[in-house]
């Protein structure tokens, strides 16, 4: 993970180096993508004629990481229990993650009005998701899946003094279906791993309980720096 942040944010700053570093950006955004979300990125506008080079680091809290309809886990309750109905009885806890890196490619578009620059954006994606169930007798299980995929958006800003602008970012991410590894500790202690790839008969399964983003719509907004 390290490493991939590291030569993304190296890509583009050697990309920036062409211009000598003039008119590069660095933005901070916070809002929604799936549940509450921030996301760090640097952008190089301009390298070619208006075309520009983005890349950015964004995490998420998920709203929802465990499919409540899915069945509570065996011999933690009687037939027909779902993880929903253990949360709302306080048996069952959910927690998780999404951190993903993104790289695109943008087109400025001017000034559509006056002190407001717009840009449209398009790349590859990252996606690092996590989710946990937990339960109070010391059962936990923990889904895990990386997978690539495709976004697309735009981005306004509004400048607020010669370096600083306003920013705002609305876009989709879609992401393909990946191996799904799943950790788990039993309620005596002992624990096993597992790893569904997508061709495996037990993919959908686990698939329909750990909620991860398909196609994922975002709203930010934040501030951005030039340099």
């Given at each position: 993970?390290?490493?991939?942040?590291?030569?993304?944010?190296?890509?583009?700053?050697?990309?920036?180096?062409?211009?000598?570093?003039n008119?590069?950006?660095?933005?901070?955004?916070?809002?929604?993508?799936?549940?509450?979300?921030?996301?760090?990125?640097v952008?190089?506008?301009?390298?070619?004629?208006?075309?520009?080079?983005?890349?950015?680091?964004?995490?998420?809290?998920?709203?929802?990481?465990?499919?409540?309809?899915?069945?509570?886990?065996?011999?933690?309750?009687?037939?027909?229990?779902?993880?929903?109905?253990?949360?709302?009885?306080?048996?069952?806890?959910?927690?998780?993650?999404?951190?993903?890196?993104?790289?695109?490619?943008?087109?400025?578009l001017?000034?559509?009005a006056?002190?407001?620059?717009?840009?449209?954006?398009?790349?590859?994606?990252?996606?690092?998701?996590?989710?946990?169930?937990?339960?109070?007798?010391?059962?936990?299980?923990t889904?895990?899946?990386?997978?690539?995929?495709?976004?697309?958006?735009?981005?306004?800003?509004?400048?607020?003094?010669?370096?600083?602008?306003?920013?705002?970012?609305?876009?989709?991410?879609?992401?393909?279906?990946?191996?799904?590894?799943?950790?788990?500790?039993?309620?005596?202690?002992?624990?096993?791993?597992?790893?569904?790839?997508?061709?495996?008969?037990?993919?959908?399964?686990?698939?329909?309980?750990?909620?991860?983003?398909?196609?994922?719509?975002?709203?930010?907004?934040?501030?951005?720096?030039?340099?």
């Amino acid at each position: 993970m390290k490493k991939l942040i590291s030569l993304t944010i190296l890509a583009v700053s050697a990309t920036a180096g062409a211009q000598a570093f003039n008119n590069l950006h660095l933005g901070l955004t916070g809002g929604y993508a799936g549940g509450l979300s921030g996301e760090v990125f640097v952008h190089a506008p301009n390298v070619i004629g208006p075309v520009g080079v983005k890349v950015g680091v964004a995490y998420t809290r998920p709203s929802d990481s465990i499919n409540d309809a899915s069945p509570e886990l065996p011999g933690l309750s009687g037939p027909g229990e779902t993880f929903g109905a253990a949360k709302q009885a306080g048996r069952a806890t959910e927690s998780g993650s999404q951190t993903v890196v993104s790289i695109d490619g943008t087109y400025g578009l001017g000034e559509v009005a006056p002190g407001i620059d717009t840009l449209v954006y398009g790349g590859v994606r990252y996606g690092m998701f996590r989710a946990n169930e937990e339960y109070g007798s010391g059962r936990t299980t923990t889904y895990s899946s990386s997978s690539f995929g495709l976004g697309a958006g735009a981005m306004a800003s509004y400048a607020l003094t010669g370096n600083l602008s306003l920013v705002g970012d609305l876009g989709a991410d879609y992401f393909f279906n990946s191996a799904i590894n799943v950790n788990a500790t039993k309620t005596d202690g002992t624990s096993y791993s597992d790893r569904y790839d997508t061709s495996d008969g037990s993919y959908a399964e686990n698939g329909a309980r750990f909620i991860r983003p398909g196609t994922n719509f975002k709203a930010r907004i934040g501030v951005k720096y030039m340099f």
